[in-house]
């Protein structure tokens, strides 16, 4: 089990971090990640990878703790987090950070958005893998992930960004 | 929104276009990396695209990086929930252990890896290729694996079913104390029974309790 957490832990960390946007919550999912890979231990088949198992139990933990918190505190993190994004990317491009401008805007995407774009990109999932976790057709990951792009573009356009694409 | 961007939103990617970005994290399949690499190189604006994604792939795994790892509280509050658990076998499974060895792994690491085993396969069959060689020019045969056998014990010949697994033949050398000295040779494979020689009598009665195993076809006494 400590191997297992040693090698999985932060990334697990790391989604749902980018889910829940709470360092406390966040760790306190891992645990459960966790807790329960140690009780369904007997029932993983290898038909998917470990890391992909996991990051379905994640994000599966994390919705719930998301829907667990009311829905005002939720509306008001959500301006928050809005407002803010919308302004850092603006500071960043007036100090001619592209890259700071992106990532920030990176953040500001929905949480349906955020999830793909980070699942294939830093955890590096496959369309298949995707679709597995999130629980939804192949084909939705790949649109889901151009409307995410998309987004992004418009957030990024929003804050003086212009890419040269679309 | 304006209507511009609205009609960018609500244009449908093509199908080459949907796979740039899993073409940017390597995890497409081989047909479908060749398409896009193909695609790429004839589409300006398709590799117009390309570069923006992977500006996005570089950005998000800077981003994720940079949210830092979990404190040592959460490792400690798992593993005195799982002390806390009732008594269970802490044997894990075997599939979940290989499994997540090479699930922690990057597609490009795993790649990475993949050809740096076949390169050290490939050395190391040419310094066995070598010893093998060089003992031949002097004191005869000697396989790589047991260079120095003892002359004691008692010696057969067996032949294996055709069917017979690795892991089979690997556990009644076990069950057998033996270990195969040479071969295969005609398909046969010159085995050690432990290290004291047997009488004649033993040696015929491990030889017929060997020959009635099912993943034996022939097992003769050898000098």
Sequence with gaps: MQVLYGRHHVRVFRFSLRLVKNESIAEDLISEV???????????????????????????????????????ELDDEAAAAIEDTSDNP??????????????????????????????????????????????????????????????LAELLKAAGVERGWP | MTPASKQTVDREPTELEALLPFHAAGTLN????????EALASDPELARQYAV????????IL?????????????????????AEPARKASFNPVMKAAGFFSSLSPR???????????????????????????????????????????????????????????EIAQLLNNYNAS???????????VQFGDKALSKQEAEQLLTRLQAEKIVSLAVAAE
């Design chain 1, 34 to 72: 966790f807790l329960d890979v140690w009780r369904q231990a007997g029932k993983f088949e290898g038909r998917s990878t470990v890391s992909t198992w996991l990051l379905a139990i994640t994000r599966f933990k994390a919705l719930s703790a998301l829907r667990k918190r009311k829905d005002a």
């Design chain 1, 90 to 151: 603006e500071v960043a491009v007036t100090k001619k950070d592209t890259s700071h401008a992106l990532r920030n805007c990176l953040t500001a995407l929905s949480p349906e958005h955020r999830e793909i774009v980070d699942l294939v990109y830093y955890h590096e999932k496959s369309v298949e893998e995707v679709a597995e976790i999130v629980g939804i057709p192949e084909n939705t990951v790949k649109t889901r992930l151009f409307y995410a792009r998309k987004k």
């Design chain 2, 30 to 37: 081989l047909r479908d990396a060749r398409r896009v690499d």
């Design chain 2, 53 to 60: 994604i992977q500006d996005e792939y570089a950005e998000t």
């Design chain 2, 63 to 83: 981003l994720n990086e940079s949210l830092g790892a979990p404190s040592a509280r959460a490792m400690q509050k798992l593993f005195a929930a799982i002390d």
């Design chain 2, 109 to 167: 690491t795993l790649a990475f890896a993949g050809v740096t085993a076949a390169v050290l396969v490939l050395l190391q069959a040419g310094v066995i290729g070598t010893v093998l060689v060089k003992d031949r020019k002097g004191e005869g045969f000697q396989t790589a694996a047991f260079p120095v056998q003892s002359k004691a014990g008692t010696f057969g010949l067996l032949r294996f079913a055709p069917d017979a697994k690795a892991d």
């Design chain 2, 180 to 190: 195969i000295v040479s071969g295969p040779k005609a398909g046969m494979f010159r």
